[in-house]
């Protein structure tokens, strides 16, 4: 599958509508806040990656962090960011941006996030592994770069994952799907979804490859109990904090 498959998803109204309706009702997990205050200074430029409707950077400028740049690679989720920022008289900047093509400097920012499981929406191991080279070359030595995927081994699915493991084995696996570990599924929204949920030594090598020391690797469950609106937006997922060598 190209990347440009996968955005389909993410341009349709109604999937940009719930992402929206994801920055009130939502906001920031209460995971993601202590994990981003531990971790970054209001001080601090700050790259978001995947940043749909605005969600996270919204949240963050309510913290007073007052230098994150939202990007998305779907100009509808920027335009709509970029909508409600203006609602709301904020002054959050967010662009288009391709994560594996980044157009920015080298060590432009003082850290980075994928939040939502973004970064496994790229498809393609080899397109992730660019993705966190360019997320590395982009961030200064020293900083933290944060993001959240599913874990297939901890993903509450495992019977699911035998039987999927079974069809690769028989070589009658979905044929849109390229990799073990590709999800390709109808959405609530009506529409076909890619995500790949991950091996934790997949992704632990992919970092390590790119530059990053990995320091904490942990379900969300495992760092605090969210709030229904959080666990009906998303099911548990794992939080990555890794470090530019």
Same mark, same amino acid.
């Given at each position: 599958?190209?990347?440009?498959?996968?955005?389909?998803?993410?341009?349709?109204?109604?999937?940009?509508?719930?992402?929206?309706?994801?920055?009130?009702?939502?906001?920031?997990?209460?995971?993601?806040?202590?994990?981003? @205050?531990?971790?970054?200074?209001?001080?601090?430029?700050?790259? /978001?990656?995947?940043? &749909? #409707?605005?969600?996270?950077?919204? %949240? !963050?400028?309510?913290?007073?962090?007052?230098?994150?740049?939202?990007?998305?690679?779907?100009?509808?989720?920027?335009?709509?960011?970029?909508?409600?920022?203006?609602?709301?008289?904020?002054?959050?900047?967010?662009? @288009?941006?391709?994560?594996?093509?980044?157009?920015?400097?080298? /060590?432009?920012?003082? &850290? #980075?996030?994928?939040?939502?499981? %973004? !970064?496994?929406?790229?498809?393609?191991?080899?397109?992730?592994?660019?993705?966190?080279?360019?997320?590395?070359?982009?961030?200064?030595?020293?900083?933290?770069?944060?993001?959240?995927?599913?874990?297939?081994?901890?993903?509450?699915?495992?019977?699911?994952?035998?039987?999927?493991?079974?069809?690769?084995?028989?070589?009658?696996?979905?044929?849109?799907?390229?990799?073990?570990?590709?999800?390709?599924?109808?959405?609530?929204?009506?529409?076909?979804?890619?995500?790949?949920?991950?091996?934790?030594?997949?992704?632990?090598?992919?970092?390590?490859?790119?530059?990053?020391?990995?320091?904490?690797?942990?379900?969300?469950?495992?760092?605090?109990?969210?709030?229904?609106?959080?666990?009906?937006?998303?099911?548990?997922?794992?939080?990555?904090?890794?470090?530019?060598?």
């Amino acid at each position: 599958m190209e990347i440009a498959e996968a955005q389909t998803y993410f341009r349709q109204t109604t999937v940009v509508d719930h992402y929206s309706r994801a920055v009130a009702r939502v906001g920031l997990w209460n995971s993601e806040e202590k994990i981003f @205050q531990r971790l970054f200074q209001p001080e601090q430029s700050l790259l /978001e990656l995947g940043c &749909g #409707a605005g969600r996270i950077a919204i %949240g !963050l400028w309510e913290l007073n962090y007052r230098h994150v740049l939202g990007t998305d690679y779907c100009p509808e989720m920027v335009a709509e960011a970029r909508r409600i920022n203006q609602v709301l008289e904020y002054g959050v900047p967010f662009q @288009q941006a391709d994560a594996t093509h980044l157009p920015f400097d080298d /060590e432009q920012f003082d &850290g #980075a996030i994928f939040g939502f499981n %973004g !970064l496994m929406q790229i498809p393609g191991r080899s397109n992730r592994q660019r993705a966190m080279f360019e997320i590395a070359r982009v961030i200064k030595p020293g900083s933290w770069f944060v993001f959240t995927g599913h874990d297939r081994n901890r993903h509450g699915r495992k019977s699911f994952w035998k039987e999927e493991h079974k069809l690769w084995v028989k070589g009658r696996q979905n044929p849109m799907i390229e990799e073990f570990g590709d999800l390709y599924y109808e959405a609530d929204e009506g529409y076909w979804m890619y995500i790949h949920a991950a091996d934790s030594a997949e992704v632990q090598a992919d970092l390590e490859q790119a530059g990053f020391r990995v320091d904490v690797s942990a379900l969300r469950s495992e760092i605090c109990m969210e709030p229904a609106e959080v666990r009906e937006f998303s099911d548990d997922t794992r939080f990555w904090i890794a470090q530019k060598r």
